[in-house]
T-cell receptor, first 113, second 110 residues
Framework: EAQVTQNPRYLITVTGKKLTVTCSQN?????MSWYRQDPGLGLRQIYY???????DKGDVPEGYKVSRKEKRNFPLILESPSPNQTSLYFC????????????FGSGTRLTVV | EDQVTQSPEALRLQEGESSSLNCSYT??????LFWYRQDPGKGPEFLFT???AGEEKEKERLKATLTKKESFLHITAPKPEDSATYLC???????????FGTGTRLKVLA
């Protein structure tokens, strides 16, 4: 089944403790992206990647890191999480970064205390 | 600044009562406009892409249209299973970024 898989689905962590949210797609998509979704603010793009080793900042990149060493994987790293990073995170992929709709993962609900 | 505004924020319809959702956009050259459906606790599901003014796309009870300033998602004779949040997004020319609106929460009552 074609899908984007995120892990974990739920995570509660403490301020400052480094964490990684994994994302993997099995569709050989070139384009991958991370979003956070907050009430009243909608989906905001954190980082995106056009292909292996090619990444760029979205609208809210502060406090996040990404890497794209393999085509299928695009992990999101929070080096020192803070409470304002409590949010619902989605990974998405697309055949190409241009003109194609996304396939989204099921989301990761992160709480930083 | 590129911007997407959706209205209304929330909409309640009786089963069979047709209506439209609006997505207004301001972008420096539109590459594509996208509609998604999001159910509670799930990731958005892609519905349509529209590329140029005058274009229309249909899927079951949904029909999306596009003008130079806005897009409409028309829902004909909705059913309770159409209840969801509908999201609009745009991609501007010369960029890989997508900008999403905050969505319209649709509730269809039986």
């Amino acid at each position: 089944e074609a899908q984007v898989t995120q892990n974990p689905r739920y995570l509660i962590t403490v301020t400052g403790k480094k964490l990684t949210v994994t994302c993997s797609q099995n569709m050989n998509h070139e384009y991958m992206s991370w979003y956070r979704q907050d009430p009243g603010l909608g989906l905001r793009q954190i980082y995106y990647s056009m292909n292996v080793e090619v990444t760029d900042k979205g609208d809210v990149p502060e406090g996040y890191k990404v890497s794209r060493k393999e085509k299928r994987n695009f992990p999101l790293i929070l080096e020192s999480p803070s409470p304002n990073q409590t949010s619902l995170y989605f990974c998405a992929s697309s055949l190409s970064g241009l003109n194609y709709g996304y396939t989204f993962g099921s989301g990761t609900r992160l709480t930083v205390v | 600044e590129d911007q997407v505004t959706q209205s209304p924020e929330a909409l309640r319809l009786q089963e069979g009562e047709s209506s439209s959702l609006n997505c207004s956009y301001t972008v420096s050259g539109l590459r594509g406009l996208f509609w998604y459906r999001q159910d509670p606790g799930k990731g958005p599901e892609f519905l349509f892409t529209l590329y140029s003014a005058g274009e229309e796309k249909e899927k079951e009870r949904l029909k999306a249209t596009l003008t130079k300033k806005e897009s409409f998602l028309h829902i004909t004779a909705p059913k309770p299973e159409d209840s969801a949040t509908y999201l609009c997004a745009v991609q501007a020319s010369g960029t890989y970024k997508y900008i999403f609106g905050t969505g319209t929460r649709l509730k269809v009552l039986a």
